[in-house]
């Protein structure tokens, strides 16, 4: 799947990151073998562009890259190599099968792929902060508020916000302790730019979950790269945006489980309270 993923990114890659693209597509084994300084020579690259390129695939490192690579060379399980359009005239078996396909695909990448430092990171950040405010616009705006109402049954103080004005003006007020998440699939629009920007001027940290090439991972604090092809069919769903949403669960569950059993007795007397509230058979 990381090979996958390699090949996915490589026409976004800068043009001496995509010769170490082309190296590790061609010899993925050889490179498990080499140190840091030998992949540079053989590559004919320096090594601070080895750095840029294993954190354009959501890697702290090149260690972490290695570890991840082999993971993914050892693995028997594998998405669809080849995902196939939806045809205008396609029955539904096709559908839920092609579908589904692409589901899969796009999240055994994500776990193929995403930084195990990073969610960590973030996880503790998260824990921590004071407030926490969710941005997304457009279908990254839903998923911005599907994770916020995770946290918020955390008794997490959090709010999520899609309208640009309301983000970027309440961005402007954060400061020290605040934590702003902000989800974007192409990490290039402009309104969340100036928002994070904004943010990080006043002293809060920003977590981005977005795709590791974009501007907006160049801005973050701690990036939680959602690094799925892009989609090319146009009956099917983004598969970014289920990416986002599992990137949130992660989260969450971490953020529940860092604060401690006296949180989780907490949990179970809100999870009860819900359980009244059902009617029974």
Not at 93 to 117: E, P
Not at 129 to 155: P, T
Not at 235 to 264: K, N, Y
């Given at each position: 799947?990381?090979?996958?993923?390699?090949?996915?990114?490589?026409?976004?890659?800068?043009?001496?990151?995509?010769?170490?693209?082309?190296?590790?597509?061609?010899?993925?084994?050889?490179?498990?073998?080499?140190?840091?300084?030998?992949?540079?020579?053989?590559?004919?690259?320096?090594?601070?562009?080895?750095?840029?390129?294993?954190?354009?695939?959501?890697?702290?490192?090149?260690?972490?890259?290695?570890?991840?690579?082999?993971?993914?060379?050892?693995?028997?399980?594998?998405?669809?190599?080849?995902?196939?359009?939806?045809?205008?005239?396609?029955?539904?078996?096709?559908?839920?099968?092609?579908?589904?396909?692409?589901?899969?695909?796009?999240?055994?990448?994500?776990?193929?792929?995403?930084?195990?430092?990073?969610?960590?990171?973030?996880?503790?950040?998260?824990?921590?902060?004071?407030?926490?405010?969710?941005?997304?616009?457009?279908?990254?705006?839903?998923?911005?508020?599907?994770?916020?109402?995770?946290?918020?049954?955390?008794?997490?103080?959090?709010?999520?916000?899609?309208?640009?004005?309301?983000?970027?003006?309440?961005?402007?007020?954060?400061?020290?302790?605040?934590?702003?998440?902000?989800?974007?699939?192409?990490?290039?629009?402009?309104?969340?730019?100036?928002?994070?920007?904004?943010?990080?001027d006043g002293g809060a940290?920003?977590i981005a979950i977005t795709?590791?090439?974009?501007?907006?991972?160049?801005?973050?604090?701690?990036?939680?790269?959602?690094?799925?092809?892009?989609?090319?069919?146009?009956?099917?769903?983004?598969?970014?945006?289920?990416?986002?949403?599992?990137?949130?669960?992660?989260?969450?569950?971490?953020?529940?489980?860092?604060?401690?059993?006296?949180?989780?007795?907490?949990?179970?007397?809100?999870?009860?309270?819900?359980?009244r509230r059902r009617v029974?058979?």
């Open positions: 799947m990381l090979l996958f993923q390699v090949k996915a990114m490589r026409e976004q890659l800068r043009p001496s990151e995509r010769r170490l693209a082309d190296y590790v597509i061609e010899a993925p084994r050889e490179v498990l073998d080499l140190a840091m300084t030998d992949f540079a020579v053989r590559a004919g690259v320096s090594q601070p562009t080895i750095a840029r390129f294993c954190q354009a695939l959501g890697f702290s490192g090149f260690r972490e890259f290695k570890i991840r690579l082999a993971q993914s060379i050892a693995s028997d399980i594998s998405a669809p190599a080849v995902f196939r359009d939806v045809r205008a005239d396609e029955p539904a078996a096709g559908v839920a099968a092609k579908v589904l396909d692409r589901t899969i695909g796009a999240l055994l990448q994500l776990r193929n792929s995403l930084s195990s430092d990073s969610v960590a990171a973030a996880i503790s950040l998260l824990a921590e902060a004071r407030r926490i405010e969710f941005y997304g616009a457009g279908g990254s705006g839903v998923a911005a508020l599907d994770v916020q109402h995770k946290f918020f049954r955390l008794g997490v103080p959090s709010v999520a916000y899609s309208d640009p004005h309301t983000y970027t003006t309440s961005a402007a007020l954060l400061g020290p302790g605040d934590v702003v998440v902000a989800i974007s699939n192409t990490g290039r629009t402009r309104d969340i730019l100036d928002a994070v920007q904004s943010a990080l940290k920003v795709h590791g090439s974009s501007p907006l991972a160049r801005k973050t604090s701690i990036g939680l790269f959602a690094n799925v092809d892009e989609d090319t069919d146009i009956f099917s769903p983004m598969t970014s945006r289920l990416s986002h949403l599992a990137i949130g669960d992660i989260l969450a569950v971490g953020v529940a489980l860092a604060r401690g059993p006296e949180f989780a007795e907490r949990l179970a007397e809100a999870k009860g309270v819900l359980d029974g058979n």
